[in-house]
């Protein structure tokens, strides 16, 4: 596509429930990155993927935080037992490889947690 | 441990002002530094820094690093309402993680 997807791009849960954010990333990017931004923060790291495997998981806050991406294109982001402090913008990004020069951000999904 | 901080955290200016937007970082493994445009949702890339003192600039903005004292500015001239968003500072940190600062809210008033 011609630009990094996000879907839903509004997403309102109550608390304890699952959700799954998707990301489309531009086609032919290998790797992929997911950032949460919190009202009033800068976007933290989340998670890195390059092609299907994810590179770098260390920005995941807990096991309730899961996130793939199968076929090496879309990735989503799964949180279970969702909690009111989950409430934030998920940015997703795609590489060409060229490293963060490269970077093309989603709009992101607003989820609400309620 | 790593972080990236910028100041103003918030800044109110009329249009045609000049605004000085700074950035501080102390990383253990710096690549680059990059600042973006947020008026929405999606951070929209405007420069990456990777050379002490070399002025990169694009319309009415510039940007120069200081690799020495650790830090970076982002200048805007005769600023228009357009300009109005959140600017983020981000530092490259291997392998290809950004660490953001929380931002400066500019608000460019007719």
């Known amino acids: 596509g011609a630009g990094v997807s996000q879907t839903p791009s509004n997403k309102v849960t109550e608390k304890g429930k699952y959700v799954e954010l998707r990301c489309d990333p531009i086609?032919?990017?290998?790797?992929l990155y997911w950032y949460r931004q919190s009202l009033g923060q800068g976007p933290e790291f989340l998670i890195y993927?390059?092609?299907?495997?994810?590179?770098?998981d260390s920005g995941l806050p807990n096991d309730r935080f899961f996130a793939v991406r199968p076929e090496g294109s879309v990735s989503t982001l799964k949180i279970q037992r969702t909690e009111r402090g989950d409430s934030a913008v998920y940015l997703c990004?795609?590489?060409?490889?060229?490293?963060?020069?490269?970077?093309?951000f989603g709009s992101g999904t607003r989820l609400t947690v309620v | 441990e790593d972080k990236v901080v910028q100041s103003p955290l918030s800044l109110v200016v009329h249009e045609g002002d000049t605004v000085t937007l700074n950035c501080s970082y102390e990383?253990?493994?710096?690549?680059?530094l990059l600042w973006y445009k947020q008026e929405k949702k999606a951070p929209t890339f405007l420069f990456m820094l990777t050379s002490s003192g070399i002025e990169k600039k694009s319309g009415r903005l510039s940007s120069i690093l200081d690799k020495k004292e650790l830090f970076s500015i982002l200048n805007i001239t005769a600023t228009q309402t357009g300009d109005s968003a959140v600017y983020l500072c981000a530092v490259d940190e291997t392998p290809d993680k950004l660490i953001f600062g929380t931002g400066t809210r500019l608000q460019v008033f007719p």
């Open positions: 086609s032919g990017h290998t790797a």
């Open positions: 990004a795609s590489s060409s490889g060229q490293g963060v020069y490269g970077y093309t």
């Open positions: 990383v253990t493994n710096f690549r680059s």
């Open positions: 993927f390059q092609g299907t495997g994810a590179a770098d």
